[in-house]
């Protein structure tokens, strides 16, 4: 009897260690699990139209965000990035230059009779950004959707589709003036105008294409022609006309410049981009024949020139010439330099005429080009 009393004493103190024991893990797992569900945040700043909730929930595991809608940018222009065990799947964003149209957000019908509880709910999803637009991530980048890209005073707005981006938008915010402009490659050309300038019956727009050797750019008022500049890859051979043209070394290369005007068309010296710097300051960039790979190129370069405060053309590194032609292409007035095998020489030009010819070297020629210029312009 005193060993099974013994006996039964040991199983209880087993039994109630081992009942402690069990109660301890289920305290730490309750612990963990509410530590875990306390682990989130809760928004209700915004809505998304293709999931309407009235709150939005982000679940972090290990302080790095794991689960749900997370907001980033900020309240003038929200954005939320939706993730799935830790990996980034969407984007929700919404349309600016719509936004910047209709105003903060679309009226909702208010109830006629409502309690002062239901009315500043009424407010509060009144003015709630609608997130209308999604974009799809892999491997942390967007590729089909909107990618962004705040700047000062503004808004660089990346279109994409299947890994390429096919279009640029640039918001431009200033006191009291909105102003967007769009860059859209379509075939082989890249168009740019502003849809806000359209609305004030101001229809200008910029024709970006290539013939040959040569880029052109077209400026086009109201479907008339305005202006055309001229980038042109290598020394010009066959000269555009009624053109001004400026012929030019940098870095290693021949560069051709050359605008021509209609000075009978009002609206004349309105631009929306400075193309010119862009070819001046990033020459090689207008050397690729792809358009596809350009138009990349020169968003890019753009992107850059738009985030620095201020943006100069760099001046030619050596100068090779400045003519004018006239109606057939022909050299009305200038200087220009000419490099053949035997020997180098300029010639000067007034009135359609060659009224000077001389040997010189092309080091000799950049004095001979400042004092013409100085003289003649």
Not at 163 to 170: D, N, V
Not at 174 to 200: C, W
Not at 211 to 235: A, F, P, S
């Amino acid at each position: 009897m005193i060993v099974m009393k013994r006996l039964v004493n040991t199983l209880d103190k087993n039994s109630i260690a081992i009942t402690l024991l069990w109660f301890l893990c289920i305290n730490i797992s309750n612990s963990i699990n509410a530590q875990n569900m306390e682990d989130f945040i809760e928004h209700d700043s915004f809505i998304i139209v293709d999931n309407p909730k009235e709150v939005y929930k982000s679940f972090y595991k290990d302080g790095m965000l794991y689960e749900g809608y997370f907001p980033k940018g900020n309240s003038e222009f929200p954005r939320v990035d939706y993730y799935e065990k830790g990996i980034l799947k969407f984007q929700y964003s919404l349309d600016i230059y719509q936004m910047a149209l209709n105003g903060e957000s679309e009226d909702i019908d208010a109830p006629i009779e409502m309690t002062e509880e239901e009315y500043d709910a009424y407010l509060k999803n009144r003015y709630k950004p609608k997130l209308d637009i999604k974009s799809i991530y892999q491997n942390g980048e967007i590729i089909d959707g909107y990618s962004y890209k705040e700047i000062k005073s503004g808004l660089l707005t990346r279109k994409i589709e299947n890994y390429r981006t096919i279009a640029l938008f640039i918001d431009v915010f200033a006191m009291h003036f909105y102003q967007r402009v769009n860059i859209i490659l379509d075939g082989d050309r890249i168009y740019i105008k502003s849809p806000t300038m359209e609305m004030s019956e101001e229809n200008l727009e910029l024709q970006l294409y290539r013939e040959g050797n040569t880029w052109i750019t077209k400026q086009e008022l109201n479907r008339e022609t305005i202006g055309q500049y001229y980038y042109v890859i290598g020394e010009p051979k066959n000269l555009l006309p009624n053109t001004t043209f400026f012929i030019y070394n940098q870095e290693e290369n021949t560069y051709g410049y050359g605008y021509k005007v209609f000075e009978n068309i009002m609206g004349n010296g309105m631009n929306l981009m400075d193309i010119d710097s862009m070819y001046f300051n990033n020459p090689k960039m207008f050397h690729t024949k792809n358009m596809e790979t350009f138009f990349e190129d020169f968003i890019d370069s753009y992107a850059v020139q738009m985030s620095k405060e201020e943006v100069r053309p760099k001046e030619p590194e050596i100068y090779r010439g400045y003519i004018l032609t006239n109606k057939k292409g022909e050299i009305i007035k200038g200087i220009r330099f000419f490099e053949k095998e035997k020997n180098t020489f300029y010639e000067e030009y007034k009135e359609g005429n060659t009224i000077k010819k001389e040997n010189i070297s092309l080091l000799n020629f950049q004095d001979m080009f400042k004092i013409y210029m100085e003289n003649n312009r």
